[in-house]
């Protein structure tokens, strides 16, 4: 395994995170039920600009790299089948590889809570904050559910213009796979024998991941599959 990797994914995550953050407070500003002012979190959104910026430079150094592709024959699956693809690498430069993986990602919709709270100050000048029993929804995120990863065969070492596929095939969850994982009983019931779209339009969205782990720069692609989970076993 290589040594000193950059952790790109908790990066993405925590910079998607940061933005609903941001998002959140803005609209709780806004509509009155946090009594602050943006300035007090400056440094906070100093943060999340960094970590955006960062990703910019990743993706750019990633693509002047080589290419990742995901290539499917479909993208609409039901229980009981597989998706089968290829993920096809053209390197720009020679890669020494470590490993290449796919992973299919079931993510549900969840929402942050908005707390209300009253700021007081004290006779000594300094602030105090009082939580009030009140919530509200606030901005919504994805939350991870469902992961299922394999890993590929793959040479250790890839010469610049040595395009080559890799065939892959995954199977897709059925209800009682689903049953154990951390999603609500309403939910799955809800959208059992309903396409899942990957838009972001329902309750549960699905995507594949391809990863090849490398020295220096790894490449990461997401594609977005259409799900249905019918009621049987």
């Known amino acids: 395994m290589a040594k000193n990797k950059i952790p790109i994914l908790p990066l993405i995550g925590g910079s998607i995170g940061g933005i609903i953050a941001i998002t959140t407070i803005i609209i709780g500003i806004v509509d009155g039920s946090m009594d602050v002012s943006i300035s ?133 969850p059925n209800k009682a796979e689903l049953a154990t994982k951390k999603i609500s009983k309403n939910i799955l019931e809800n959208i059992v024998n309903i396409p899942q779209k990957s838009d972001e339009t329902g309750e549960l969205k699905w995507k594949l991941e391809a990863n090849l782990d490398s020295k220096g720069i790894d490449f990461l692609v997401f594609k977005g599959v259409d799900i249905t989970i019918l009621d049987k076993e």
Do not use: C
């Not at 150094?61 to 053209?90: H, Y």
């Open 40 to 172: 007090d979190f400056t440094p906070f959104i100093f943060m999340v600009f960094l970590m955006f910026s960062f990703m910019t430079v990743y993706f750019t150094l990633m693509k002047l790299k080589g290419k990742l592709i995901i290539n499917l024959v479909k993208t609409n699956f039901e229980t009981g089948e597989d998706i089968q693809g290829t993920i096809t690498l053209i390197p720009r430069k020679k890669i020494n590889v470590n490993k290449l993986t796919v992973k299919l990602i079931g993510e549900k919709k969840a929402y942050e809570e908005v707390h209300y709270v009253n700021f007081t100050t004290n006779k000594g000048g300094r602030k105090e904050t009082t939580p009030l029993d009140k919530t509200k929804q606030g901005a919504s995120y994805w939350d991870e559910f469902y992961n299922n990863t394999i890993q590929i065969d793959i040479p250790n070492r890839i010469n610049n213009g040595q395009k080559i596929n890799f065939p892959f095939k995954i199977k897709v």
